[in-house]
């Protein structure tokens, strides 16, 4: 590993002042950072330690009836968070379906929206790849792309974005908060992450230097508690990145029929790929495997492979959001997860 | 420049001068503190053989910068036992032969005693698994592991039960 500078400031305007130095990393619990830092595929000259940070380990109910959630609250202390998991059940769901549960222990909230690309030419430190050295190329076109994006990609990047947490955070419209140099600010998830398009190297609209203080879920979003669920399909039961994902939530009028829907999928883009149109095409209508269908659609319109190796996975995907659809329906389970990995058996 | 840091290892306390911000709590441990229980498997948070519990909660040692560690509770298998007596996870995993050449099971233990602690599994075999999913084992040893973690999670709720 390269040698770097460590700093351990003791307060918010202490790192985001030390984390105004170009070449600067910020460090939390590193499960990510460490590993990319062993492979060289990240090589930060200072390190600023923002683990011991007071005030950004907090889960917070608000007065509007929202939540907000600590940068360093730990992947696994927001799962088992008796109110969090009930008010927020798909977002619990979605943050057990991750890793293992060591690295759950360890991870943090903020942590989880910074994580890389799993891409393997980008994780490999050696092939051309325009996010790890720009204007190297991609060297993933025209290879091994099973992992690899069907929505939002560009000739420079074809990568998609790992996370589990970040799918139902974009279906709930949650916001980062954030603080730099010229103070705080904040950014909806779903204009956090970028797509590649020229510049994959920008990977989030955070400004050089600014630090993630916390994520919030706006009063909304506590609204679909009773019909939400997070759906990963991957290549074996536990301990997998998603192949695909969806989160799915409904609420349901006095009438029967779908008031409000929200569908975000995972493992199709470099964000979470949350289309309006499937969403409206839902709201209105009588919950059926039709309309879901049409969701689907509409959420994978103007999806196409980089390769034969991930064509697979517009139809995968556009089942998966379907099964999604028809267990948010059904009703969040008493337990979550209702199982333990396995997304078969469930409703 | 050194890094101080005040750790509880195994129950004692330690003041560390780090003078090296990259070393990793693993080698810490491994190599600086002859703690050689916790094992390098992959080094890169895979394998989950060098899980110890830090401030009671499982986590991969290979991961962790020690630095980041300044005022933490350290547990690994060689602080698990009192005395001659094991800890009933040790002792599961004798009973139920949940290894086979050895390499893995520090990390295997240090687990599944997160695992009970964190109680969410339960005895449930798929919930177990589900659990212990962190931790790999190349001989293939699942099925003694996932026997001794039930026989070991069953006995944790009897004692509770008769607390």
Redesign the interface.
């Known amino acids: 590993m390269r040698h770097f500078d460590y700093i351990r400031p003791a307060s918010v305007p202490e790192a985001v002042a030390a984390g105004q130095v170009p070449g600067t990393a910020y460090l939390a619990a590193g499960t990510n950072l460490v590993d990319l830092m062993k492979g060289g595929v990240a090589t930060p000259e200072r390190i600023v330690d923002i683990t011991r940070l007071p005030g950004l380990s907090a889960i917070e109910r608000l007065p509007d009836g929202g939540t907000r959630v600590g940068a360093l609250v730990r992947n696994s202390d927001l799962a088992y968070d008796p109110a969090f998991a009930k008010t927020y059940p798909m977002v619990a769901e979605a943050l057990l379906a991750g890793a293992s549960a060591q690295l759950r222990n360890a991870a943090t909230a903020g942590g989880n929206l910074m994580q890389r690309t799993r891409c393997q030419y980008f994780t490999d430190a050696v092939s051309p790849c325009n996010k790890r050295a720009p204007g190297s190329g991609c060297a993933a076109l025209g290879h091994a792309t099973r992992i690899h994006a069907v929505q939002g990609w560009s000739e420079h990047c074809i990568a998609t974005h790992p996370s589990d947490f970040c799918v139902p955070l974009a279906a709930l419209d949650a916001v980062v908060e954030t603080a730099g140099p010229d103070g705080t600010r904040e950014i909806p998830l779903t204009a956090f992450h970028r797509l590649p398009g020229d510049h994959p190297e920008r990977e989030t609209d955070l400004r050089p230097g600014e630090l993630i203080t916390a994520l919030r879920l706006p009063p909304e979003a506590a609204s679909f508690r009773g019909r939400a669920r997070y759906l990963k399909v991957r290549d074996r039961t536990s301990y997998a990145f998603a192949v695909v994902s969806a989160a799915a939530a409904l609420t349901f009028k006095a009438d029967g029929r779908i008031a409000q829907a929200r569908l975000a999928l995972g493992g199709l883009a470099l964000k979470p790929w949350r289309v309006a149109e499937a969403e409206a095409a839902l709201a209105g209508q009588a919950p059926s495997p039709e309309a879901y269908a049409k969701a689907a659609d509409a959420a994978l319109a103007g999806a196409k492979p980089t390769g034969e190796a991930n064509a697979f996975k517009i139809e995968l995907a556009r089942r998966v959001a379907i099964r999604a659809l028809n267990q948010a329906a059904a009703g969040t389970p008493a337990r979550i997860p209702a199982l333990p990995a396995s997304p078969f058996g469930i409703v | ?1 050194t ?1 101080p840091l005040r750790l509880t290892l195994n129950g004692q306390p330690r003041e560390i001068d780090l003078d ?3 070393v ?1 709590l693993l080698d810490l441990l491994r190599e600086r503190l002859g703690l050689t229980g916790a094992k390098k498997g992959c ?3 895979q394998c ?1 053989a060098c ?1 110890v519990l830090v401030d009671g ?4 040692s290979c ?3 020690a ?2 560690l ?2 933490a509770e350290i547990l690994t298998i060689e602080g698990l036992a009192e005395g001659d007596r094991l800890h009933p996870v040790q002792a599961a995993f004798i009973a139920h032969d949940g290894f086979q050449c050895g390499f893995c099971t520090p990390g295997q233990i240090m ?1 599944a005693v ?2 009970i602690r ?1 109680g ?2 339960g005895t ?1 075999p ?2 177990i ?7 790999l084992c190349r001989c293939g040893a699942y099925a003694g592991i996932l026997d001794a973690v039930q026989d070991a999670a069953a006995r944790a709720e009897h004692r509770e039960d008769a607390a």
Do not use: K, V
């Not at chain 2, 909660?57 to 991969?60: A, F, Q, V």
């Open positions: 420049m890094i090296d911000p990259r990793t080094d890169r948070g989950g899980t909660r499982r986590i991969n991961l962790t910068l630095a980041s300044d005022g687990s997160g695992l964190e969410h599994a449930d798929e919930r698994r589900e659990g212990m999913s962190g931790n």
